[in-house]
C-alpha cells in the first residue's frame, strides 16, 4: 500500500482529522480499501464513535492492490503529520510483511524555492496487535438536521463548556436553544432558523435533548475540515455531525445522548 498528498490544506485537514481522534482513543484502525480509506472507533466510554470514509480520489496517488488494516497510536500518528511543512509531499507506506508504517515528509522541488534548513524527513511507527471488529451504523431518519458554520459552533461550545457539562438542546419550528449551567452560571444561546445553512424539522414537533459537552466540544475543535456542520438528532439516538471533505470524502462523529 502506498499514497501520497501534495496538497497542503488536505495535509492541513488530515493533521485535523487526527487531532479530534486522539482525543477518543489513543489506538487508531486504518482500513485501506481498493477505493477509499476508512477509519472507524469509538472512545473508552463508549460514548463517541466516529466513522471516517476518504475517498482514493481524494489523495494525490492511492496504491492498493488489496485491503489491508493497521493499528496505530494516534498521538504519534498526529505528532510525525503536524510535522508537515510548507512545500512537503506526505507519502505514506505499508505492506504486510512490516511491523511498522513507513511516513515520509519529502521536499517537494517544484515548491521549494532553495530554502534553507528544509529536508526530507523519514519515519516509522509500530504496527500495534489489537483486534477490532467494524461496526454497523445503521441508517436512521432523524427528526431535525440543520447546518451551519464551523467556526460559529466551535466558538459556541468553547464559550459554553466554561459553564457546564451538559449541552441541553432544543428544537422545534421556531429554532434552536442551547443551554448549559453549573457553579460559575448559566448560558444560554439562541439560534434562529434564518441565520443556518439548512433546517428541516417533523412538522409540529419539539426535541428536547442532553449530550455530553465535553464530547461535543471535543469535535469541534478544529474548523480546518470544512467550512459547514451538518447536524442531526432525534429522541434516543445519538448525535450525528458531519463535516463533508468533498470528492465523496467526509468525517462523522456519534455522540450518545445524556439519560
Known sequence: MKLTLNIKHKIDVLVAIFQL??????????????????????DKSHVCLFNINISSKW???????????????????????????EN????????????????HLLINPEKNDNQKNEFNRYFQIPILDLEQDALTVPEIEYDADFSLKTKQLCE????????????????????????????????TVTIPIDDLNEFTISEGETLELSYSLNYIHKMCLTTKLSK????????????????????????????????
Open 21 to 42: 481522534l486522539k482525543n477518543c482513543s489513543n489506538v487508531i484502525k486504518l482500513e485501506f480499501n481498493m477505493d477509499k480509506l476508512f477509519i472507524q472507533g469509538m
Open 59 to 85: 489523495f494525490t496517488t492511492y496504491e492498493t492492490s488489496e485491503t489491508i488494516s493497521v493499528v496505530i497510536d494516534s498521538n504519534s500518528f498526529h505528532t510525525i503529520l503536524s510535522r508537515s511543512q
Open 88 to 103: 512537503n509531499t506526505l507519502v505514506l507506506m505499508f505492506d504486510n510483511s512490516q511491523e511498522h508504517v513507513d511516513i
Open 156 to 187: 459556541l461550545t468553547s464559550q459554553l463548556i466554561l459553564f457546564g457539562e451538559i449541552l441541553e438542546i432544543s428544537c422545534s419550528e421556531d429554532g434552536i436553544h442551547l443551554n448549559t449551567s453549573g457553579e460559575h452560571g448559566k448560558m
Open 228 to 259: 459547514d456542520i451538518d447536524i442531526s438528532i432525534s429522541n434516543d439516538y445519538p448525535i450525528r455531525m458531519k463535516y463533508d471533505l468533498g470528492e465523496e470524502s467526509y468525517v462523522v462523529f456519534f455522540v450518545a445522548p445524556k439519560m
